[in-house]
Structure formats: C-alpha cells, structure tokens
C-alpha cells in the first residue's frame, strides 16, 4: 500500500520527487450513495495469516506452494520471505508485520480523503493497474490517474494486482521509460 502514501509526501512536498510510479495504488473516491465499502478479504486472510515457521526454507516452500504467493517471480518472493520473517527463539522464523497490524491497515487503508485532492498533485505520475477488478484497487487505478494533472496510465491486463512482484522485469521496463521521458 505504498502508492497513495507517496501521493500524500508529493502532496506536502512538491519538489520531493521528479516521477511516482505506483501500482493500483489504494485512493478510493468517498462513496457517493452513502453506502459503505465492501470489507476487503484481505482483512480475514490477514488475521489468518500464519505467524512462524521452522526455518527461511520452510516458510518459502509454503508460500511458494500457493496463490497469490505462488505466482510471484522466485527472486521476489526471495525477497519477500528474507526480509518479511526474522530469526525467532526457538530456532524458526516468524513474520515481521503482526497479522493484526495488517489486518487493521487493510480496514483503514480506504478512508483517506486523498481522492479530492489528487487534482492538487503536481509530480508526474505513471499509475499502473493489473487487470480490473470491480471491488478492488484496480477498478479506480485509471480514475485516479484521470484527477492527476500530471499522470499516465498503463493498464497490464495480463497481471493481477501482485504484477510488480509477479513481473518484475516487464515492470521494471514502465518504470525505466517513464524515467527517461
């Protein structure tokens, strides 16, 4: 959820950065009907979300085995697990973000009031989405882009909304001519 906190420092700080580049980042418009949103799964899976594991391996293995995890490129998911878990007491590794605290930045992930300032932001912005989602992130990735003054927008159909760590390298690419423009 790292997009919509580097749309709120280009938003205090303008010179702060040159290009964003964020990926279905999460700055949902305020609901016009009065209605709430829908709960995210996310939240759930996140208070399931196993704490430990005997080893780096093992925890790996796990992650490697299953969606979403599983789809990821091995060097990110690597990556992930390295330095997502630290060494614990009894010889295993346990995950470094309390499944709580994950849980409860998924409920409030949402409730910002960026989305009316958005028009505000004057840093260049290059908004990425996977494909569309009607509940998720991705259904407002190119609305968000459209209330930026300075944004592009590259829709990747063939990804979800893990695609920078499922395809890094074609990611990478967006980033690196976005850069050079």
């Given at each position: 959820m790292?997009?919509?906190?580097l749309l709120m420092a280009?938003?205090?700080?303008?010179?702060?950065?040159?290009?964003l580049?964020v990926?279905?980042?999460?700055v949902?418009?305020?609901?016009?009907d009065?209605t709430?949103?829908?709960?995210s799964?996310?939240v759930?899976?996140?208070?399931?979300?196993?704490?430990?594991?005997?080893?780096?391996?093992a925890a790996l293995?796990?992650?490697?085995?299953?969606?979403?995890?599983?789809?990821?490129d091995?060097a990110?998911l690597?990556?992930?697990v390295?330095?997502?878990?630290?060494?614990?007491?009894?010889g295993?590794v346990?995950?470094?973000c309390?499944p709580?605290?994950?849980a409860?930045?998924?409920?409030?992930?949402?409730?910002?009031?960026?989305?009316?300032?958005?028009?505000?932001?004057?840093?260049?912005?290059?908004v990425m989405?996977?494909?569309?989602?009607e509940?998720?992130p991705?259904?407002?990735?190119?609305?968000v882009?459209?209330?930026?003054?300075?944004?592009?927008?590259?829709?990747?159909?063939?990804?979800?909304h893990?695609?920078?760590?499922?395809?890094p390298?074609?990611?990478?690419?967006?980033?690196?001519r976005?850069a050079?423009?």
């Open positions: 790292g997009g919509a906190p280009a938003l205090v700080e303008p010179d702060l950065f040159d290009l580049v990926f279905e980042p999460i949902f418009p305020p609901p016009t009065g709430e949103r829908h709960e799964p996310l759930a899976g996140a208070r399931r979300r196993r704490r430990s594991f005997p080893s780096f391996e293995e796990n992650y490697a085995s299953k969606p979403p995890l599983g789809a990821f091995p990110a690597r990556a992930y390295e330095h997502g878990f630290a060494p614990d007491a009894d295993g346990t995950i470094k309390d709580e605290h994950e409860r930045t998924f409920e409030t992930g949402g409730v910002h009031r960026l989305w009316d300032r958005l028009p505000e932001i004057e840093t260049r912005v290059l989405t996977g494909s569309v989602d509940y998720g991705s259904s407002i990735s190119e609305p882009a459209q209330q930026l003054p300075n944004a592009e927008f590259v829709e990747l159909a063939h990804l979800d893990f695609g920078p760590m499922v395809a390298v074609e990611v990478a690419g967006y980033v690196r976005a050079a423009s």
